[in-house]
């Protein structure tokens, strides 16, 4: 059957994956709640959209951190990529390329940081790592970045603790004999015996770690993991470049707050430095979601290996079937640029029920794009 | 089994409609959040019934645009009759007729125009166009229909680009080799060879379009597909008639507000210009939806082919089983008139929660209607 | 298996009865929206409990009208018993003379006047009566019903025409051949020749024919089925003793308010004049709701024959398994006279949220009330 | 299947125990409203987590009423633990004694005071009473549970009537022949003939009781089953030491409100008096609950039997695999403590949406707790 949203994607992926795999790419801390209401914050949002604007010619790019991408949306780090794709991150970090975004990867990547660079050598690519315990190793890996061309670092600074994943912990979930990080040498994962790397990472971390790693590079450092204006603020002062609004994809602490909508006291709704990057993973799963997401917010990062995944087979591959799909998309993303042009033009022209910059936003460069495609999305081979 | 309210309609064309057109009907775009949504906001609605008021004689008839029907209730545009019915919109025209309420034919019907003149010589005709991308085909199609007694233009102007409709992509819906599009002349249909017309219609038209319309007809103008207050306040500046408040049934972009109900920050719930048209399609499945519907608006234009298919069932038809549902329908409207009544004078005589301009309804002309069918409405054949 | 709350005798006479009287007795006009809300406003209450109350010894006898009843809970007027049991309308009127409380008899009853008064010659009887298009069948009923006993009149004043129960067209519901209304002369039965007597009432009844009804007896009158402010006012500018807030369980016009909870614009929430009777029927499904119900209102009429049948088994037989029955209900309202103390006190201690004349009820006189039976109440033989 | 979260011991158990058994520990009052809202109302809190604080450390440790324990988590009163467990009450005793928490024996208890002090000889305990008829035997208790080192009284003062728990009528629920009360002399009984001993507990108890138990004893007293304010401030007037905020597990009176979460007019929000104890129990279900829990109020008793349940089969038991058990759940404390911590400082450094003391919590005593257990959690044997 023709795959022709992300829900169809995801349970391709489901049908197809050892469940252990598949439980931890969709699982959620403890309950659940906050990885549910990531999508079901979205669902609430109601558009108001204006008619009768020119649409026959739009534009979605934009730029972040200095560099041009292709539309407001971009890959945000997930790590084990292997588990689900053959070859991994070097697959989605060539898809990302090909459609003109930004890839994170993540420290606990399955392919190594060579290979990735190899495949996609003109990609926009940035870096994720969390605060080894091992500071000396977290020095040599940002060195290593730096000469390999990522342009930004981004710290997760939300898992000084792992989140309890109850579905890993029944299947006593790890990676298998064939597969291993490929970023941290062998020799200095302090969790290696373990079944989740998680044992790796600091739990002493706090803010002055993040002026340390500040002092450490020239690169541009973005925060992810935060979700209070209190913490904004703090990371202004430490002079970082931006923060990523994320829960985890609520893997991480459950029962926190969603990311986009709803009444959030002292949350991240008010007005911002214009110069700070605030970018936003998390739950989009349909168009109206992303374009609602990129409107509110300045950038979307995708989250989540469901997402990954489905880049992995739409973007990723250079078989012939998916270069047939990756124009698929292209064609798709013809139409979602009318759209969202429109949808852009609604917000601007009207207040948003809760206040949001986005007037602020580095928004509408259009350009024409003519994509004939006109065959239907379908599932690879 | 008798069909005894329009989700029993529903049933049994699920039951009889190839899967494909089914789907087609019914579908929703993305996710279908506004489609269902415009059936949820009629069920969130309460009424305050007042009591002890004389419904011995009621009558439904009002005006809309200085033509009397016999009922707020008329028949919007939908396309493609004939993969529902075998004679298509002539027997939706001959139901109107019969009903003596509006049917407004599409422009994308798979009936002729001379035929549906035909079908229904007296009836309430009205037009409905895209902007199509050859400006010509539009100045002939007015033309013609001006010629062939039609008495308002409908302009949709909510479909720059296509809905993403899920099902339709799976199906690779298209019409069936024996139907073709009746009204635009195939050597001018843009989109022949594509599966969906929507190809022919203008992503570039705008506000200067409607002035341009204005300026080549004397017909009065109805913008269909307004959700705001801004673009309602834009088609009075334009000179237009009137607009219908529509999502296109959630069909086209998913995650609008839905028709009725809810808090609209800058909705359409404010003082209205007198003479200034405001109807209302989408959603209404029961009586009751109907009646609520047509006290807050002015009227009600019944969307979806399922309620088309309704009609072409229950009114359209000239055959024996057909002539007695209809005399079933008379039945019924008898009694929804004595309730529309009770209704009527209940909200007339309270301050609905909403402000809305019912005191300027056209409203209560009663007359005496004594209607004696004493058999349950039953299924034809 | 033990039928322990209102719910398990539901279930049981779902079991019992042909699915068409079923259908009757469950049915909610249209969508069933109203009947529902009914149910679930009870569900959204929330009791604020006070604690350390000595309730060793409470009293439920309060005063209707002017005559002591056994507790604040009474059986509304529903046609037809004898679809549910075979001694039908009498067998209501033993039970609720056993438990001494009223029961208003419908004017659709299937038992004789007599008979009623035959099976409970003390027991408190009312009668409800519809505006029949008969006034002289209006003037003798009142004048045998006076003659009978019958304490107060209940006119129902929500039905001017029917409510459209879809399950009873589906079944064309109508009283079988052995059953046939015992109140109304078959000769005088408008609608004798269709399936439900609802043609009967005179769908031109409006506040003069309250009036007329008025200064035809001295019996007290009791409005049936006012659900807004103005029209309660209305009835006290008419001259009746009360009204009986309901929506007709559902039945009737669905869509409107739920007669508990809410917010209610207009409402009947207000102060209201002293000695003017405000009754509430319909919804009551647990003994929190009942205790609920009247503390919030004077009385709760038990409403649908769902409760009728109930009561039917419960209370009316004179069998020696409903005699054990009738004990253990005893045995389990002298547990609710303890917690209904408790609530009263609770209640009467503490604003209530919405504001209702709580501290106005005829209430507490408390007794001792020592009820032995140790065995579980159980099914009927 | 390993048990990783508290409803797969719920789970557990359902699958292991007699249904008369499980229906008693899982049911609640009527419709189960409070019952299911004491989980709901969690489920609606979300939490604003603050990052980048050092949690290598972190200390869990509290005061209750004077005495240390290792965490603000303590077992409150539950009855009958030998229908769960062979040795019931003596091996819950072990459990909390061995995790250094509080656990409150109840007076309905399967197994004696001696035995429950002689299992667990150092562990802080508490004891649970109600208000028996015979207030000498009340006298007698209050002098044993002295003589044997309890440390505080709770009084229960919900349950003057028994709440109508609809499985237990319908299974006939009590006890088996081989089980009996223990700690009141069958001969004493008053309702020993009865199912449930709920016959003993005196309706008439009322405030002058909790002055003639204050009188009688040194030891402190407790009030559980204070839900509104007015009967806080008569529990400080008549000179207890504390309460516990409880629906009972909503088994009592349902309909009440959930004692966490939602607004509450005239609630328990308000500032308290500094020296007075305010401990909460009901609804945790999960890590991330509890710790919600611990936030707002203080402390946190682990109600109802499938708590008890789990924690006789997780901390009671002495055999082999319950020691690993019992040191996975500790292994799994250390994660929790961390994320406490993190909590902790997120929510004392933030104000809550709602008004409560948490400054005023003796709280964060931080040591740390290295804790080296890395085998997950298994189902004993």
């Given at each position: 059957?023709?795959?022709?949203?992300?829900?169809?994607?995801?349970?391709?992926?489901?049908?197809?994956?050892?469940?252990?795999?598949?439980?931890?790419?969709?699982?959620?801390?403890?309950?659940?709640?906050?990885?549910?209401?990531?999508?079901?914050?979205?669902?609430?949002?109601?558009?108001?959209?204006?008619?009768l604007k020119n649409v026959s010619t739009v534009d979605t790019r934009?730029?972040?951190?200095?560099?041009?991408?292709s539309c407001?949306?971009?890959?945000?780090?997930?790590?084990?990529?292997?588990?689900?794709?053959?070859?991994?991150?070097?697959?989605?970090?060539?898809?990302?390329?090909?459609?003109?975004?930004?890839?994170?990867?993540?420290?606990?990547?399955?392919?190594?940081?060579?290979?990735?660079?190899?495949?996609?050598?003109?990609?926009?690519?940035?870096?994720?790592?969390?605060?080894?315990?091992?500071?000396?190793?977290?020095?040599?890996?940002?060195?290593?970045?730096?000469?390999?061309?990522?342009?930004?670092?981004?710290?997760?600074?939300?898992?000084?603790?792992?989140?309890?994943?109850?579905?890993?912990?029944?299947?006593?979930?790890?990676?298998?004999?064939?597969?291993?990080?490929?970023?941290?040498?062998?020799?200095?994962?302090?969790?290696?015996?373990?079944?989740?790397?998680?044992?790796?990472?600091?739990?002493?971390?706090?803010?002055?770690?993040?002026?340390?790693?500040?002092?450490?590079?020239?690169?541009?450092?973005?925060?992810?993991?935060?979700?209070?204006?209190?913490?904004?603020?703090?990371?202004?002062?430490?002079?970082?470049?931006?923060?990523?609004?994320?829960?985890?994809?609520?893997?991480?602490?459950?029962?926190?707050?969603?990311?986009?909508?709803?009444?959030?006291?002292?949350?991240?709704?008010?007005?911002?430095?214009?110069?700070?990057?605030?970018?936003?993973?998390?739950?989009?799963?349909?168009?109206?979601?992303?374009?609602?997401?990129?409107?509110?917010?300045?950038?979307?990062?995708?989250?989540?290996?469901?997402?990954?995944?489905?880049?992995?087979?739409?973007?990723?591959?250079?078989?012939?079937?998916?270069?047939?799909?990756?124009?698929?998309?292209a064609h798709?993303r013809t139409h979602n640029r009318a759209r969202t042009r429109l949808c852009t033009q609604?917000?601007?022209?009207?207040?948003?029920?809760?206040?949001?910059?986005?007037?602020?936003?580095?928004w509408p460069l259009f350009r024409p794009c003519p994509c004939p495609?006109?065959?239907?999305?379908?599932?690879?081979?």
């Amino acid at each position: 059957m023709a795959l022709v949203c992300l829900d169809d994607f995801r349970a391709y992926a489901k049908r197809h994956l050892p469940k252990g795999t598949w439980d931890y790419f969709e699982g959620g801390a403890d309950e659940c709640a906050t990885r549910d209401d990531n999508i079901l914050a979205f669902k609430r949002i109601r558009l108001r959209p204006r008619v009768l604007k020119n649409v026959s010619t739009v534009d979605t790019r934009t730029t972040i951190q200095g560099t041009e991408i292709s539309c407001p949306v971009s890959i945000a780090p997930t790590g084990f990529h292997c588990l689900a794709w053959p070859d991994g991150e070097t697959s989605m970090a060539r898809g990302a390329e090909a459609q003109g975004v930004c890839y994170v990867t993540s420290m606990y990547s399955t392919s190594s940081l060579t290979d990735i660079v190899a495949a996609a050598p003109s990609g926009l690519r940035w870096f994720q790592l969390y605060m080894h315990k091992d500071r000396q190793l977290v020095t040599e890996l940002v060195r290593e970045v730096e000469a390999l061309g990522f342009r930004v670092l981004v710290l997760t600074v939300d898992t000084p603790v792992g989140g309890k994943r109850r579905a890993d912990l029944r299947n006593s979930f790890g990676l298998p004999a064939h597969l291993s990080l490929q970023i941290i040498p062998e020799a200095r994962q302090v969790g290696a015996g373990h079944q989740l790397p998680i044992a790796d990472i600091d739990p002493s971390v706090c803010w002055e770690d993040v002026s340390w790693l500040r002092s450490l590079t020239r690169l541009p450092i973005v925060l992810k993991g935060i979700l209070t204006r209190e913490d904004a603020e703090q990371a202004v002062g430490r002079g970082v470049q931006g923060i990523l609004v994320s829960n985890h994809g609520g893997r991480q602490l459950d029962g926190v707050l969603a990311t986009v909508g709803g009444p959030r006291p002292g949350g991240l709704g008010e007005p911002w430095p214009g110069t700070f990057g605030r970018f936003l993973p998390a739950g989009a799963r349909a168009h109206t979601h992303t374009h609602t997401h990129t409107f509110i917010h300045s950038l979307v990062f995708i989250e989540r290996l469901l997402c990954a995944e489905h880049c992995t087979m739409c973007l990723g591959s250079t078989s012939r079937q998916h270069i047939e799909t990756v124009q698929q998309r292209a064609h798709t993303r013809t139409h979602n640029r009318a759209r969202t042009r429109l949808c852009t033009q609604s917000l601007l022209a009207n207040p948003w029920p809760w206040s949001c910059p986005v007037s602020a936003l580095p928004w509408p460069l259009f350009r024409p794009c003519p994509c004939p495609c006109p065959v239907p999305i379908s599932t690879p081979g």
